[in-house]
């Protein structure tokens, strides 16, 4: 897997003997399978991509040498907006690099129109097949009269650059009596529509295979490696060979670290990495992408696969213009120290493996603009949380409060700003 440019796409200083003006350079940096690179970008797109751009008229040159440059981060499986699930991106994307968030099923069809626009991130949605959405903790496909066809293809066609994708979750708490019938409508609006569908799996009845047994190549099964769920039979197998994509999805309960491995061992690699970020999530165990990243490195993924599945692969599974460094695709960027030692990683379950390395975000950009620092809210009353993370949130908020409430520097880094007037004598 190849998450970087190829040499193809790179161009070289200037065209035609002109000295290129660019907006954004960042130079001296590695970029996944081609190595060290300077990306440029101009009017809110990537302008060139070689060694040794010309710095000549660039308006802001950064310099990145001994950093990890790669597409800004695409979450595959996030919750944004208001709901029980739901959080606001940016308080995250601006350290973590995930320049794209796909929200999964927030919003149906009655509520489509209030999951947010305006954020400082692109926000991409898989529409739910109950139309009330996830306004509630569960049970949304209960009432079959809210899975329907008609409507769900309406909101597709009245939204279709947005809409990717339709979201359905099939487990016992969501679905009760109706089974896999929500599937079987999920999979009919998309087929009318010409999208997939991505299937949350979790606690039968009904049965893992009876889930599988009906997604189409191009179709994607979240929580791949569920210990609840545990996917590992021949459905999974039938499903995997014939191109279902398994979506990680980690969430509060989707990973394990045993199936995982298992999987792996009989062939069946996730395609895509996400997290399943939302109001609880957040929190612990998924936490963030780059975090979840370094679980599957921990079990072995070399650093361009893992970067891959959450880049490029999903929006290749979506048809996003994202997870990309081709020339003249978005300048989504983020800019990683690659930080080695022996990091220990949970998954749901408190399973531990530990990772060889992790990827610290140290700048963000959509656009070629530059996230800036923005403080998360307070937890939600109805989330459930541990003395521990309780106690870890107050923490952060007094760190927060003695840090800002400290002067910024002491006289010797002040300047007369408004200089008296000498005096005559």
Same mark, same amino acid.
């Given at each position: 897997m190849n998450a970087g440019p190829s040499t193809s796409a790179e161009q070289a200083p200037g065209e035609a003997g002109q000295t290129p003006s660019y907006d954004l350079l960042l130079v001296g940096g590695e970029v996944p399978g081609a190595g060290r690179r300077d990306v440029a970008v101009r009017g809110g797109r990537i302008a060139a991509v070689g060694a040794g751009l010309s710095r000549a008229g660039a308006r802001t040159i950064v310099d990145v040498t001994g950093r990890l440059v790669t597409p800004g981060l695409v979450d595959l499986h996030t919750h944004v907006g208001a709901g029980y699930w739901g959080i606001d991106p940016d308080p995250i994307a601006w350290y973590t690099g995930v320049t794209t968030w796909v929200d999964a099923g927030s919003a149906g069809a009655y509520t489509m129109a209030r999951l947010p626009r305006g954020t400082g991130v692109r926000v991409p949605a898989l529409l739910n097949i109950s139309a009330i959405g996830l306004t509630g903790r569960t049970g949304e496909g209960r009432d079959l009269d809210n899975c329907d066809v008609d409507l769900a293809i309406g909101a597709v066609l009245a939204d279709r650059e947005?809409?990717?994708? #339709?979201?359905?979750? #099939?487990?016992? *708490?969501?679905?009760?009596?109706? &089974?896999?019938?929500? !599937?079987?409508?999920?999979?009919?609006?998309?087929?009318?529509? &010409?999208?997939?569908?991505?299937?949350?799996? &979790?606690?039968?009845?009904?049965?893992? *295979?009876?889930?599988?047994? !009906?997604?189409?190549?191009g179709d994607i099964v979240t929580h791949c490696a569920s210990g609840i769920a545990n996917p590992l039979g021949a459905s999974a197998r039938s499903a995997h060979a014939r191109g279902v994509l398994f979506d990680l999805g980690h969430g509060s309960g989707g990973f394990a670290f045993d199936v995982l491995e298992a999987q792996l061992e009989a062939g069946m690699p996730p395609y895509t990495i996400s997290t399943d970020l939302h109001a609880r999530s957040v929190y612990g165990p998924a936490f963030d992408l780059p975090t979840t990243m370094a679980k599957l490195l921990a079990v072995g993924w070399p650093v361009a696969d893992v970067i891959a599945a959450a880049t490029l692969h999903p929006a290749r599974a979506l048809g996003l213009n994202a997870g990309t460094l081709a020339v003249g695709a978005p300048a989504d960027l983020a800019v990683f120290a690659v930080q080695p030692g022996g990091f220990p990683v949970a998954d749901a379950h408190r399973q531990t493996r530990v990772a060889p390395l992790r990827l610290v975000n140290e700048a963000t950009y959509v656009a070629g603009r530059r996230l800036e620092p923005r403080l998360p809210a307070p937890p939600p009353p109805w989330i459930p949380l541990t003395d521990a993370q309780r106690a870890a949130l107050a923490r952060r908020e007094h760190d927060i409060r003695a840090l800002l409430g400290t002067p910024l520097v002491d006289v010797s880094g002040l300047a007369d700003q408004f200089p008296r007037p000498k005096r005559s004598s």
């Open positions: 947005r809409i990717r994708g #339709i979201k359905v979750r #099939i487990d016992t *708490d969501t679905v009760g009596a109706n &089974g896999v019938e929500p !599937l079987r409508r999920a999979l009919a609006a998309a087929a009318a529509c &010409g999208i997939p569908v991505m299937a949350h799996i &979790g606690t039968a009845p009904p049965a893992v *295979d009876e889930v599988l047994d !009906l997604l189409r190549p």
